[in-house]
């Protein structure tokens, strides 16, 4: 499984782009064989009271042609992240879980 992470507005030089693939891959692990890529982009928002947010956006491609395209937004991208893997994770299993019934 290929983890690619982009990101706009934001520096993911440092420890944000090693949490976004080791909490990927960790919670992905048991559904890596049947995932060819899971993209993740993560964005700065900037809302209305001058304040920012951050999006991750995260689109698992399982083979057979089917993806799973998960968002979250939070204030801080740590926890955007963590939120948005979590339910690419239950996404992904449901997904495969409806395949196989």
Do not use: W
């Not at 990927?24 to 559904?31: K, N, V, Y």
């Not at 948005?84 to 495969?96: E, G, M, Q, T």
């Amino acid at each position: 499984m290929r983890v690619q992470v982009s990101a706009r507005g934001l520096d993911t030089s440092g420890g944000l782009r090693t949490h976004v693939e080791r909490r990927l891959r960790f919670r992905l692990e048991r559904f890596s064989s049947r995932i060819i890529d899971a993209p993740v982009t993560i964005t700065k928002l900037k809302r209305s009271d001058g304040r920012f947010n951050t999006r991750c956006c995260i689109q698992v491609r399982i083979r057979g042609s089917t993806q799973v395209v998960v968002e979250e937004v939070g204030q801080n991208p740590y926890v955007a992240v963590d939120r948005a893997v979590d339910r690419a994770r239950r996404a992904v299993a449901r997904k495969l879980d409806r395949r196989r019934d």
